[in-house]
Nanobody
Framework: QVQLVESGGGSVQAGASLRLSCAAS????????MGWFRQASGKEREFVTS????????YDRDSVNARFTTSRDNAKNTVYLQMDSLKPEDTAVYYC????????????WGQGTQVTVSA
């Protein structure tokens, strides 16, 4: 099975950018559809974006509205989430996830990284 470790979270002011990384080990990243989810305090975890093996990207447009970009580097076994024009409502724990077939119910999850955006 694959192990996922996120990094790159932190505390920033509104309008700033952050890039999250998710490093995979144990299996090749190319075996999986990769996704990013987030969970704000007191709320349910929600889908943010995903990227297939063939690099087709899907976004939850209601929440990120083209401010976020995901990409994968299979050679580095890493997937990225570039977040621009951050807003306080983007504050959440961000999780990387992987599944061989369906990213809506990922089999594998990272431990999460906190992103805090202040006004």
């Amino acid at each position: 099975q694959v192990q996922l470790v996120e990094s790159g979270g932190g505390s920033v002011q509104a309008g700033a950018s952050l890039r999250l990384s998710c490093a995979a080990s144990g299996r090749a990243l190319s075996d999986y559809i990769m996704g990013w989810f987030r969970q704000a305090s007191g709320k349910e975890r929600e889908f943010v974006t995903s990227v297939t093996r063939s690099r087709i990207v899907t976004y939850d447009r209601d929440s990120v509205n083209a401010r976020f970009t995901t990409s994968r580097d299979n050679a580095k076994n890493t997937v990225y989430l570039q977040m621009d024009s951050l807003k306080p409502e983007d504050t959440a724990v961000y999780y990387c996830a992987a599944d061989p077939d369906h990213i809506d119910s990922p089999r594998y999850w990272g431990q999460g990284t906190q992103v805090t955006v202040s006004a």
